[in-house]
């Protein structure tokens, strides 16, 4: 694998982060290094083995469908950057 | 004073020898002291804690007051604290006030502790030397020009130098142990879901567990009484009673057996590190364990593997981080996207946003079975390594670190060799195993760590272990000349 400018540029994109230009050519080299590592497990035969989500195998735990939590709609939107009338505020979507 | 262990401190404030208000302004003299020169915390909680010690005091006259009421201690900046700033280390959480209690935090304050203050702290907890965080590096009390190890450096630093009895710290992958081994802690890692992740910032949330880092097991069997526990509020906490971790710290270690991996002694390992560690064993020996050599045969796999499934959830969990709900908001966004990147951009560092980029490659389309599927393969191999050895022995002993701290800037410009930094300490968190780090001796007047691993919900043999230890060794009481 060898990523490149385009690559990075790709990959911030989905990620919805803004890489500076002059940073580009770092980034890739590091993330190059990285996957370098990364590409020790390609060598291993794993065909037979079952991947392991959770250290302990155990499943998601179920609870009854009631009500549990209260409502605490303004103490959590006390910390949003931009609120009004209950909502959180963004950019205009839809002209 | 700061000397003591919490058991002491305890007696003293039950005989009324001292009063909370007394030992907590001793300990936030001590802060206002030192921590200029060491950045162990991002926040002190000066009036906050006065106020908790005032009213465990109340509990001393009321006799209502328990083992740890009244002792102060500190939290890594990782778990949420209400109406106090949680910032992660991050300049996205720089002005987070967390609007309820982590479960760690509650249980604490339950139990009647004093918080002084919230750590300082790899940003996001992605870092082994403490210099990812936004409020700048943390020193090692032992040689300042030298990292502490992270993520938790500033609870291992501020713990070392005694600026509090003890500390809260998280370790992902090694988070915990790397640090307790830099700067001379007994620091414990619990089997993944022993302890509540409720309220604690996620980093990777398959592996990160909290734990304490103390000054020795006898305080941390203390602590883990407290933070143990099952939580309905974390969907992953385990369901299972809490032994009293202190019952069996004297317990013989007559008969139990150890095993020494072979890949845990390899190439990179220093020879002076080896060496405390060899010194170690034969102690554990004359206590009555017998040795045997073991081999973890997939070990080489844990990097690799971490370093997908780790930015793997690491990408998933920080992308609710986008200047919407809480947290930095980049100014007069031009539309939704410029918003979601420039507060991103602008929120996270360097460290952080490559992790986010490896993750969010290796779970894209396409990349999903070569690199995520794959790592949870390894990690199933890694994880079925360690259960064949524990067939043949009780715990698994080797280093924690495979060097003393290093300088700082050292390795910032070349992140692979600070992924190396934990090589000993990820398989653990990719089994889900608990480890522990105990002071173990010192290399050129640096600290070294021996590491003890063992079985599922382990944790009172692991304690039991390291007690017995520092019974017949004095490293864990050695304290940094310039903080003693």
Redesign the interface.
Same mark, same amino acid.
């Given at each position: 694998m060898n990523l490149d400018k385009s690559d #990075?540029e790709k990959? /911030?994109h989905? /990620?919805?982060?803004?890489?500076d230009d002059a940073d580009t050519a770092d980034?890739a080299h590091?993330?190059n290094?990285? %996957?370098?590592? #990364? *590409?020790?497990?390609?060598a &291993?035969d &794993?065909a037979e #083995? +079952?991947?392991?989500?959770?250290?302990?195998d /155990?499943h998601?735990?179920l609870?009854p469908d009631v009500v549990t939590e209260q409502d605490?709609r303004v103490? %959590?939107q +006390?910390? /949003?950057? *931009?609120t009004e009338a209950g909502v959180?505020l963004?950019?205009?979507?839809i002209e | 004073m700061q000397n003591k262990t919490l058991t002491e401190l305890s007696e003293l404030l039950h005989k009324g020898e001292t009063t909370s208000v007394e030992l907590t302004r001793h300990f936030l003299d001590r802060i206002n002291t030192h921590n200029t020169q060491l950045n162990a915390f991002i926040s002190v909680c000066e009036v906050s804690a006065l106020a908790q010690a005032a009213a465990a005091d109340k509990q001393f006259e009321n006799k209502t007051a328990g083992k740890l009421t009244g002792i102060p201690m500190a939290h890594k900046d990782i778990f949420c604290t209400k109406g106090v700033r949680t910032s992660c280390a991050s300049k996205m959480l720089d002005r987070f006030v967390a609007p309820y209690d982590a479960t760690v935090v509650e249980k604490i304050a339950a139990s009647g502790m004093v918080m002084l203050g919230k750590t300082n702290m790899d940003e996001f907890a992605m870092g082994s030397s403490n210099e990812t965080s936004f409020y700048g590096p943390v020193k090692n009390p032992w040689d300042t020009d030298r990292v502490p190890g992270g993520s938790s450096g500033g609870s291992a630093a501020a713990v070392a130098a005694r600026l509090t009895p003890i500390a809260t710290g998280t370790d992902t992958g090694g988070s915990i142990r790397q640090p307790s081994s830099l700067c001379n802690l007994t620091g414990l890692k619990p089997t993944y879901g022993r302890i509540s992740r409720y309220g604690m910032i996620a980093f990777a949330s398959s592996l990160d567990q909290a734990g304490p880092m103390a000054a020795n097991a006898e305080d941390a069997a203390l602590m883990m009484n407290v933070m143990s526990g099952f939580d309905e509020r974390d969907s992953t906490s385990v369901d299972r009673e809490v032994p009293d971790y202190t019952a069996t710290l004297n317990n013989s270690l007559e008969g139990l057996r150890i095993g020494l991996p072979k890949e845990f002694f390899g190439e990179g390992l220093d020879p002076q590190v080896a060496a405390n560690v060899e010194t170690a064993i034969r102690a554990f020996e004359k206590l009555g364990a017998s040795i045997k050599q073991i081999s973890l045969p997939n070990s080489h796999l844990a990097v690799s593997t971490y370093y997908v499934v780790a930015p793997a959830e690491c990408s998933s969990n920080l992308s609710r981080m986008d200047g919407v709900r809480f947290g930095h908001r980049a100014e007069n966004p031009t539309d939704l996207l410029d918003l979601y990147q420039r507060s991103r951009s602008e929120g996270f560092g360097a460290e952080v946003k490559r992790r986010i980029m490896i993750g969010t490659y290796v779970l894209s389309a396409g990349y999903y079975d070569a690199y995520y599927l794959k790592a949870q393969q390894c990690r199933r191999l890694i994880s079925n390594d360690f259960q064949r050895a524990f067939q043949e022995v009780d715990v698994i002993m080797g280093p924690t670190a495979p060097t003393t701290a290093f300088r700082l800037g050292e390795k910032t410009n070349d992140p692979v060799a600070m992924y190396l930094a934990d090589i000993y300490t990820i398989s653990t968190n990719l089994a889900g195993l608990p480890g522990m780090s105990i002071p173990a001796g010192f290399a050129e007047g640096l600290p070294t760590g021996l590491q003890i691993i063992g079985n599922y919900f382990d944790e009172a043999r692991l304690l039991n272990i390291a007690h017995r230890y520092q019974q017949v060794t004095d490293w864990h009481k050695q304290i940094p000349r310039a903080f003693a």
């Open positions: #990075v990959i /911030a989905l /990620a919805r982060l803004t890489i980034y590091d993330l290094n990285i %996957f370098q590592l #990364v *590409e020790q497990m390609s &291993t &794993t #083995v +079952s991947p392991m989500a959770h250290p302990l /155990a998601q735990r609870r605490q103490l %959590f +006390s910390i /949003a950057p *931009e959180y963004v950019p205009k979507v | -």
